[in-house]
């Protein structure tokens, strides 16, 4: 699973991708996408899923869902952005989440909830030695953009982690006060799109324009692919995205 709960600073949004077809999918075919990433957040963070139950001043606010994403293993994720204020015009109660809701790990899911700020993903360098790199590749029968990622873990960010896991990759480091993290694949593009739609601004480096795969995923439904039950040997050959994209 890709790390599913990432909270980033700068608007202070919350990104919840919600696994359609995977670990985490809807526990119902009435369960909406919000309701499914505030149920799933609530089991592997610890955020209650609903306002009532969540501490005075905080409340999320639901902002948007993003088109959904695809990934060669049938995965497909549909993210949820949303606000999680800490300040309640109401009674003037104001509250630094950093400090008041510290999140409680499924270490069986959850690799790590980190604070980072959403418009560096956007930036080509982030005032270290290394920040971005990016190649193209093909994929969806089409030229698609890779990322990654690498911040070193300091002042500048705040960490919670029970783990490392294979999707959010701790690296060596040159000293023994920093820590080096990955961010790349499904979790990156979702991060560098919600960037995007939030500053209304486009990347300082080359990328694929459109947002999300969601006419690919409706070709490939059209295939018979993406069902509802997975198997485990389902996995999308070049073959057949060669054959979806055809498809008029």
């Not at 400090?99 to 418009?119: G, H, K, M, N, Q």
Request: glycine letters at 6%; aromatic letters at 10%.
């Amino acid at each position: 699973m890709y790390p599913k709960n990432i909270r980033l600073n700068n608007p202070g949004i919350h990104i919840l991708t919600q696994p359609l077809n995977h670990l985490g999918r809807a526990d119902t075919e009435e369960e909406t996408a919000f309701q499914t990433a505030r149920r799933e957040a609530s089991e592997e963070i610890g955020l209650p899923d609903t306002n009532a139950n969540l501490p005075p001043p905080f409340r999320v606010e639901h902002l948007c869902e993003l088109p959904a994403n695809l990934a060669k293993t049938e995965l497909v994720v549909r993210p949820c952005v949303a606000l999680l204020h800490g300040y309640d015009p109401r009674t003037g109660l104001t509250a630094d989440p950093e400090v008041s809701l510290i999140p409680t790990l499924d270490a069986r899911e959850v690799a790590a909830v980190f604070t980072a700020p959403l418009l560096g993903f956007l930036k080509s360098q982030l005032g270290q030695d290394e920040w971005y790199r990016g190649s193209w590749s093909l994929w969806h029968n089409e030229n698609w953009k890779k990322y990654i990622y690498v911040y070193v873990y300091g002042r500048e960010w705040r960490l919670t982690t029970p783990l490392v896991h294979q999707f959010f990759v701790r690296q060596n480091s040159n000293t023994n006060a920093t820590e080096v993290y990955r961010i790349f694949g499904m979790t990156a593009r979702i991060l560098v799109d919600a960037a995007r739609l939030g500053y209304a601004q486009e990347p300082e480096f080359e990328h694929n324009s459109h947002f999300g795969d969601e006419e690919m995923i409706a070709k490939l439904r059209r295939l018979g692919r993406l069902s509802a039950v997975r198997k485990p040997s389902d996995q999308l050959t070049r073959q057949t995205m060669e054959k979806a994209a055809k498809l008029s």
